[in-house]
């Protein structure tokens, strides 16, 4: 795997497969790989043929009383990682080579970023549009590999692909979970025993919701459901709800009914310190 940190040498080195007329997929991710990131990378190599993983923790997207200074690193580990799975190209760029001291430009998306995370985290998607943005326009992808466990931020870079006419196609990557379902994180990291066991009821309240529904003869109503997984959250005093929400998969709007294609999506913190999100489609077949 090459390894480069310059974007005009990753540009160069592009541009030179777009002319041998390879197809080009990129994995955008901010490092300390596990196997969500894996199979994000196995995707692509799967797709297209020429990989480029991007590994920047993205400072535009975190809140100031976030974690980017403590967000986890293992560099080595990564390119190991990558090499493994087939990727040909690591852009590492610093901060200030990303963000010119100047810079001055955004990208936002309006609507589907206000409520979930949006809600939680003011700037974050604008943060994350900024980033994917850039990324795609010295990449220049056939394909963007993106998990599922960000399901709102898949839906904003499909709303940003399309009202920013990328010719880039968009692919969504089923949430890999840990053997207890535990959704993969690099933030998983920070739990500690006690705190890991905790953090499982997000997943169990989620499913048990899934349960009823495909259980279910008749309709289901949003609101009975989320007040019990709601309660069955809160049996964890280390966790605290941010968000449970039942919402259209396509524009991330609540619905008071569950029918068609609806997602439950959940955001909690543990010991007010650690956010992890997660969700599951409520329809057979997928998620
Ligand atoms: O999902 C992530 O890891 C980040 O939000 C992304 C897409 C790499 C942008 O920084």
């Not at 090459?2 to 997929?25: A, L, M, P, Q, Y």
């Not at 019990?228 to 005093?237: F, Q, S, V, Y």
């Amino acid at each position: 795997v090459i390894v480069e940190k310059n974007i005009e040498d990753t540009r160069r080195i592009v541009n030179e497969w777009h002319r041998k007329g390879f197809s080009i997929g990129l994995v955008p991710t901010m490092g300390y790989f596990h196997n969500g990131h894996l199979e994000l990378m196995k995707r692509a190599a799967d797709t297209a043929d020429k990989v480029v993983v991007s590994l920047f923790v993205n400072p535009t997207q975190f809140g100031p009383s976030e974690d980017l200074v403590v967000y986890p690193k293992d560099f080595d580990g990564d390119c190991a990682k990558a090499r493994e799975v087939g990727a040909d190209l690591l852009f590492c760029p610093e901060p200030d080579m990303v963000y010119a001291p100047r810079h001055c430009t955004e990208v936002s998306v309006g609507g589907l970023t206000e409520g979930l995370c949006g809600a939680d985290r003011p700037g974050h998607f604008t943060g994350v549009a900024t980033i994917v943005s850039k990324l795609f326009n010295i990449v220049r992808p056939n394909h963007a590999f993106f998990g599922e466990k960000d399901f709102q931020q898949l839906t904003v870079i499909r709303q940003l692909v399309t009202d920013l006419n990328f010719t880039v196609s968009i692919v969504g990557v089923p949430i890999v979970r840990e053997p207890d379902g535990l959704a993969m994180s690099s933030r998983n990291a920070y739990l500690s025993p006690s705190e890991r066991e905790a953090a499982l009821v997000l997943f169990q309240a989620l499913s048990r919701i899934k349960q009823e529904v495909l259980d279910s003869d008749g309709m289901r109503y949003a609101q009975d459901l989320l007040v019990k997984a709601r309660e069955l959250i809160e049996t964890k005093p280390q966790c605290r709800v941010d968000y449970l929400e039942i919402v259209d998969e396509k524009d991330l709007s609540p619905v008071s009914a569950v029918k068609g294609k609806c997602r439950v999506l959940g955001a909690i913190r543990i010991s007010d310190r650690i956010r992890l999100i997660d969700n599951l489609a409520l329809y057979m077949a997928q998620g």
